[in-house]
């Protein structure tokens, strides 16, 4: 079984809108993404994925607009918009920032 | 803007809720079902993918409701949660319609003595910067505020440091001139300043001048709303209008705000300055004033008190004869005016407040077992993802729905009670006070509804909380609703009716020791017959009857015309009738005693020959008076029974000399009589030694006519009033009534009674909550060891010994009630001893019979349920398992 490593507090909405960089995905395409790109490191519960996204509709940060997929199945797309594309720029140097700090502290001990 | 952004799409999402629902289910579907695939390919079986996919993906229903949280207003659980919990009660209409009944009930009352409260005590009276306000007056040691001299106040004011104002205030009555002939209206006579001092307007005119109460100056009165109103039908040219009092045309120069009164006087139509002095006020030693006084900023009540006491002792010395003993009252206006009935009213205040407070413990519990049968539900709830905030919520939202219901009702009920009562408070107790009209659902009022309201909804949603909290869902959901009662609800539920019960033995105990109280007021000593006796005030103009002998004339012909009528057996006269109170004395000196210069301060009532026999007081020693003694003939007095035992120990005082304090030889009277004390004093007051001089002898144009009648007192009053105007129609007359009805609307009798009324409603109400409260407990109980009961019994248990087993439960749960709720009477009682008349607090028979009263009750509440565990079929109860 895959290791299972918590998301840090705070990060999950983060991730969904760097996914969504690349294009528009559907909820399954986000969680298998993330799943993907961390080398199965990270793991959602893939559920909290969908409050995550409602708020993220909320806020503005991403669209949502129903397509069919490949397999010709009605599912949810969604897009990042330029507000969302700021909150993430937003969001990515605070990381940085705070990972830089953290990453200090624990090298110069 | 961002915030209005979000609010919009928030606003779009919960017109589209349904849309919403369905998106995110079939969003949802489609992952576990993509998911599901995935594994399938993977190598899974359908239904292991399917199996998978569910898990990893989590508990749908409460992500589903997460999201909806997201995107829901914060309001919109609430209503469904409220929605929920009417659903919940419209299930079971008895819980609900027993808990909202028995909130109302204990809101209502609450609130209706807290309107009270507010309106006595609480709203500052209708005065400028009221709590600078004091009452002044003098003191003597048999009255502790007795009135000042015209005299005397005149040096204080001249004196004192301590007031920025300072006038006093005196009764009268006038006689009115009106269309339909003459009237008496009851007055007041006050020093120019007065309403200056007190910093009430008129609405319309003006006040007095300074120098309007001189007697030179034109007569001028003031008269209230309500007069202007009834009197004068509002008209708008009121000022300026003659009144014509007493014979003298009087100028009206001003209305008195609406919510003006003044309760120390009682009612007062017409206000007029002290011009012409009257006879007590040219003396020193008459004394008929009371004074108001602002107070200097800083200067305390203490201060003023003590500046006051310095100068009485100052005018002691410079007038020996008549200052002796006079001492000086300083107290605020408020006090003076309220500190009579602040007792009864906290009293009855707190009776309210202990019923609300047992009816809410009941609902409490009936709370409680309902959160005890509900475990599964909350149990399966959790399990299904509800949050234990949401839970708690759901709890909150229930009490609340209740506690509105019972709110709404309540305050409806409130305001009925209020007018209610206010209603029944007879117009002579309400004049004096005044403040009670002005009783309404203000901000204070609904300001503590809404108080009481939150208690409630804490109290309420706390029970069940507390259940939920050390509940454990794996055992609730494999336990159920069934197995023995919960070990929290044991705890809390049982030890709930004990505090229930205690405060009905409260309750119970105030309640009896009020009765008791009031009984012992209804029976006290009256040394005369009350019943068959009728009654009237007159008023004869000064003018046409300013002569003794003309005033002895007259009295003589209105008797001699009452003599004859139908059913009338006697007819007499008095300055004041019995039950008056003390006051009206007069300072006497026996001839031939030693003296040692006090004041003897006696009642003093100047009653006609047939006085006596009419009202049928016992004749100790000596005899009555004649119609034939008056100012021809020498001066005699009758003395009551005190007097003689005070004044003349182990003398006979008959042929005994009295007269006033310099034993002038105009003043002495020969004691010809001795009667029995007749209660001239309130019903709670002591006796007093008192002196009855003949009417002829001592007359007066304003007069107590009273006839003992063989009929209904009421049919001969108007036969009484007819009699005098055939006399002189400028005769005024009021206040016709039976001395039954006189005693019975006595402020006295009204408040013990009227407290007796409530307190002992109160008492009744929460006697029936409190047993019910243990019916309920010991009820749920039963049904709780029904499986229990039904072993014991295949075990070989006798029906009696199931029996015993219940209400040995009930018993515990009543002795420590009823011993907490003595102990605690006893000290709730020592807080009403001003109340009490006759009885002490610590009145064993009243404790006891509480006791056994709600032993009984007790036992009555626990024998059904008892029964039902009896009749129990072991059979059944195992198989019901």
């Known amino acids: ?109 | 803007m961002n915030a209005v952004a979000r609010f919009l799409r928030k606003v779009g999402f919960l017109i589209r809720r349904r849309k919403f629902d369905a998106e995110l289910e079939e969003e949802m579907r489609f992952h576990r079902e993509q998911q599901a695939m995935e594994f399938q390919s993977d190598g899974m079986s359908l239904e292991v993918a399917h199996h998978a996919a569910r898990r990893q993906f989590g508990n749908d229903t409460r992500l589903h409701e997460q999201s909806r949280e997201v995107v829901s207003f914060r309001g919109e659980v609430l209503l469904q949660d409220s929605r929920f919990a009417l659903r919940q009660l419209r299930k079971n209409p008895g819980f609900a319609l027993t808990a909202v009944l028995m909130l109302t009930l204990g809101i209502a009352a609450c609130l209706a003595l807290f309107a009270f409260v507010d309106a006595a005590l609480i709203k500052p009276l209708p005065y400028k910067d009221p709590t600078r306000l004091a009452d002044v007056a003098e003191s003597v040691r048999v009255f502790p505020r007795s009135n000042l001299s015209w005299e005397d106040y005149h040096d204080w004011k001249k004196l004192q440091k301590v007031f920025t104002d300072f006038d006093v205030w005196t009764g009268a009555g006038f006689l009115l001139n009106t269309p339909s002939g003459v009237q008496p209206v009851m007055g007041a006579r006050v020093s120019a300043g007065f309403f200056t001092t007190l910093g009430v307007t008129p609405i319309l005119g003006r006040n007095f001048r300074p120098g309007e109460d001189s007697p030179s100056a034109p007569r001028t009165a003031l008269i209230t709303w309500a007069t202007w109103q009834q009197r004068y039908g509002r008209r708008s040219d009121i000022v300026g209008q003659i009144a014509t009092l007493d014979g003298t045309p009087t100028t009206i120069i001003g209305v008195l705000p609406r919510e003006f009164h003044f309760a120390l006087r009682g009612r007062a139509d017409f206000w007029t300055p002290i011009q012409e002095l009257n006879g007590c006020e040219k003396r020193r030693s008459c004394h008929n004033l009371y004074g108001v006084a602002r107070l200097k900023d800083g200067v305390t009540v203490k201060t003023a008190l003590a500046d006051m006491k310095s100068i009485a002792v100052q005018l002691e010395k410079q007038y020996p004869d008549s200052n002796r003993g006079q001492g000086a009252a300083v107290v605020p206006l408020s006090d003076a005016i309220v500190g009579d009935v602040r007792p009864i009213f906290l009293v009855l205040f707190c009776g309210a407040a202990l019923l609300l407070l047992i009816a809410c413990v009941n609902v409490s519990n009936l709370l409680l077992v309902r959160a005890e049968n509900r475990r599964r539900e909350m149990a399966l709830r959790g399990a299904l993802g509800a949050s234990r905030g949401r839970l708690v919520l759901q709890w909150v939202t229930e009490a609340l729905v209740l506690v509105i219901a019972g709110s709404a009702l309540g305050l409806g009920a409130a305001w009925g009670t209020m007018n209610l009562l206010l209603r029944l408070i007879p117009t002579d107790v309400l004049d004096y006070m005044p403040y009670l009209q002005s009783m309404s659902l203000n901000p204070r009022v609904l300001g503590f509804a809404g108080f009481v309201s939150l208690f409630a909804v804490v109290v309420f949603s706390l029970a069940p909380s507390v259940r939920l909290s050390s509940s454990n869902l794996r055992a609730d959901l494999a336990e159920g609703g069934r197995g023995a009662a919960g070990t929290v609800w044991r705890r809390f539920g049982s030890n709930l009716v004990v505090i229930e019960l205690a405060i009905a033995v409260v309750l119970l105990v105030g309640a009896g020791l009020i009765v008791r109280s009031f009984y012992h007021l209804l029976h006290v000593e009256l040394g005369f017959q009350p019943d068959h006796l009728a009654m009237l005030e007159a008023g004869a103009p000064e003018k046409t009857y300013a002569k003794p002998e003309q005033q002895v004339q007259l009295v003589r012909q209105i008797l001699s015309k009452m003599q004859v009528l139908p059913g009338v057996q006697y007819a007499a006269t008095t300055s004041d009738p019995p039950v008056s109170g003390n006051g009206n004395t007069t300072w006497i000196r026996i001839k031939g005693h030693p003296y040692n210069g006090e004041h003897n301060e006696v009642n003093e009532r100047d009653v006609s020959a047939d006085y006596f026999a009419t009202i049928k007081a016992r004749l100790i020693s000596g005899r009555f008076f004649t119609d034939s003694e008056d100012a021809t003939k020498p001066k005699v007095v009758v003395i009551n029974q005190a007097l003689a035992k005070k004044y003349f120990p182990g003398e006979n005082p008959i042929g005994q000399k009295i007269g006033g304090t310099d034993l002038a030889p105009d003043s002495l009277r020969e004691v010809i009589g001795v009667v029995d004390d007749i209660r001239e004093s309130s019903l709670d007051e002591e006796i007093w030694p008192a002196v009855y001089h003949p009417f002829n002898q001592d007359p007066d144009n304003y007069l107590e006519v009273i006839v003992r009648t063989s009929q209904a007192e009421q049919s001969v009053l108007p036969a009484l009033v007819d009699a005098i105007r055939k006399v002189d129609p400028n005769i005024g007359t009021r206040n016709e009534q039976s001395m039954m009805q006189r005693i019975n609307d006595s402020p006295t009798a009204y408040i013990q009674r009227s407290a007796a009324c409530l307190v002992g409603g109160f008492a009744a109400l929460a006697l029936l909550l409190g047993v019910v409260g243990l019916y309920g407990v010991i009820a749920y109980s039963v049904s709780q060891r029904t499986r229990e009961i039904g072993v014991r019994m295949a075990l070989g248990a006798q029906r009696s010994s199931v029996y015993q087993l219940i209400l040995k439960e009930a018993g515990l749960l009543t002795v420590l009630g009823v011993a907490a709720g003595l102990a605690c009477s006893i000290a709730a009682a020592t807080f009403m001893g001003k109340l009490l008349f006759g009885v002490r607090s610590w009145d064993l028979l009243t404790l006891t019979s509480v006791a056994l009263l709600l032993g009984f009750s007790a036992l009555v509440g626990s024998f059904i349920p008892a029964r039902r565990a009896a009749s129990v079929n072991p059979v059944d109860a195992l198989r019901a398992e």
């Open chain 1, 1 to 109: 079984m895959a290791r299972k490593t918590d998301l840090l507090p705070g990060t999950l909405d983060m991730l969904i809108l760097k996914t969504l960089t690349r294009g528009s995905l559907h909820g399954y395409g986000i969680a298998l993404s993330i799943k993907n790109l961390s080398d199965d490191i990270l793991t959602v519960e893939e559920g909290s994925l969908y409050p995550a996204l409602q708020r993220l509709l909320l806020q503005g940060w991403v669209k949502a607009e129903w397509k069919s997929t490949e397999t010709n199945r009605r599912a949810r797309y969604y897009t990042l918009t330029a507000a969302g594309r700021t909150q993430l720029s937003h969001e990515l140097s605070q990381f940085e920032q705070m990972i830089a700090a953290i990453t200090r502290v624990l090298q110069g001990a």
